[in-house]
């Protein structure tokens, strides 16, 4: 869904929630009134059943009623029973419910929406430190990586705006050091990486534009058009597909060769949307995420976007260096299962292990 259609879409959800007393009505051509339940904008916990029906007046003879949720048939019935909905393999967020009824030839809609939460509250999540690394404090961090012993750093910054230039840099972990690094255009600010196969994809903050680059040399091998998203924020790679958030509660799937978009899932825990999705980094089948503006890291389903977990860190570096910015960096080692967390202009990079509380 391009930005274009995605803002119509929220538009008439909008819209939806606050007509007619939760309840859209439709009136026919000769005036009858027919009405859908559940209201619009009632929330629903993954698991729950949804019972959707229509009520018409008596002179109303429907030859059926057929229910569409998001342009999907989910049942039909020949009065004004209920069909039931069953959410617990949906996907979260907002979803529109359609009923058509079919009079005469003719048909009439009448719609309303849902919006679904997770199951459940996040489990909380306590850290311990393990170890703690020197971090480059000129970097910007937008996206971080371990592969091959070392880790791969997106910097994010515009010259003119006075926040430094935007590079890609491959570090040292253990001394922080700089090893290899191509600075951006000037104008461009950076955002998050992913590594898939031998390349380094990058993506730009507003700039829709996508880097390509080769592991090895940092050679610039190709760009492309970045039309996915308001925004371009974290970015990465399961093995199969991309994942890209754009500052909103929503995570984009992304085609690994030519980047266009193949799906997405919407980010709510059991209260409702969780916004300014930022970094991330698929670790053992998760989603880790960092929340832009805030010292929290939530663990995300990727097949439905339930939040499964939350790590508040607050505690992990309170006394940070002069001109330290957000908490913002997640690195895996596959190999070992280490973490590593970091934050934009951060002095240190620190080894952390999340258990349950």
Same mark, same amino acid.
């Given at each position: ?14 819209? @939806? $929630? ?52 998001? &342009? ?6 020949? &009065? ?5 909905? *069953? ?8 979803? %529109? ?50 592969? +091959? ?5 997106? =910097? ?7 926040? !430094? ?8 972990? $253990? ?7 191509? +600075?951006?255009?000037?104008?461009? @600010? ?5 590594? %898939? ?55 984009? @799937?992304?085609?690994? =060769? ?10 709510? &825990? ?18 880790? $995420? ?32 002069? !001109?330290? +910015?957000? @908490? ?8 070992? !299962? ?14 952390? *292990?999340?258990?349950?509380?």
């Amino acid at each position: 869904m391009n930005m274009n259609k995605r803002l119509l879409y929220l538009l008439a959800i909008a819209l @939806f $929630a606050a007509g007619c007393n939760g309840c859209k009505s439709n009136k026919s051509e000769e005036g009858q009134d027919i009405t859908i339940t559940p209201e619009a904008g009632t929330t629903y916990k993954a698991g729950d059943a949804v019972n959707i029906s229509v009520k018409y007046p008596a002179e109303v003879k429907p030859d059926s009623v057929v229910y569409l949720m998001d &342009d999907k048939r989910i049942g039909s019935v020949k &009065d004004s029973s209920a069909v039931q909905l *069953k959410t617990d393999t949906l996907v979260l967020g907002a979803r %529109v419910i359609t009923a058509k009824v079919y009079q005469s030839g003719k048909s009439q809609d009448v719609t309303t929406n849902i919006v679904l939460l997770a199951a459940k509250a996040p489990e909380e999540l306590a850290f311990t430190v393990e170890k703690v690394f020197p971090h480059d404090t000129s970097s910007y961090t937008e996206g971080l990586l371990y592969q +091959d012993g070392v880790l791969y750093e997106s =910097d994010g910054g515009r010259v003119a705006e006075g926040s !430094g230039q935007s590079s890609l840099r491959k570090v040292d972990l $253990a001394t922080g050091k700089v090893l290899k690094k191509v +600075d951006i255009d000037p104008t461009i @600010f950076a955002e998050g990486i992913a590594i %898939v196969g031998d390349k380094i994809i990058q993506l730009t903050y507003t700039e829709r534009k996508g880097f390509v680059y080769n592991k090895n040399t940092f050679a610039l091998e190709n760009t492309f058009t970045n039309n996915v998203g308001i925004e371009g924020w974290g970015l990465c790679f399961d093995g199969q597909k991309l994942y890209m958030d754009d500052k909103t509660n929503r995570i984009f @799937f992304l085609d690994k =060769d030519d980047y266009h978009q193949t799906g997405f899932i919407d980010v709510y &825990d059991d209260k409702g949307p969780i916004n300014q999705v930022n970094e991330l980094e698929y670790i053992d089948g998760k989603l880790y $995420a960092n929340v832009y503006e805030t010292d929290e890291i939530i663990v995300i389903d990727p097949k439905t976007g339930a939040v499964l977990q939350r790590a508040g860190m607050v505690s992990l570096y309170p006394n940070r260096n002069p !001109g330290a +910015d957000y @908490f913002n960096g997640i690195a895996y080692d596959k190999a070992t !299962g280490r973490i590593f967390v970091t934050g934009k202009k951060w002095d240190k990079l620190f080894q952390v *292990k999340f258990t349950k509380r």
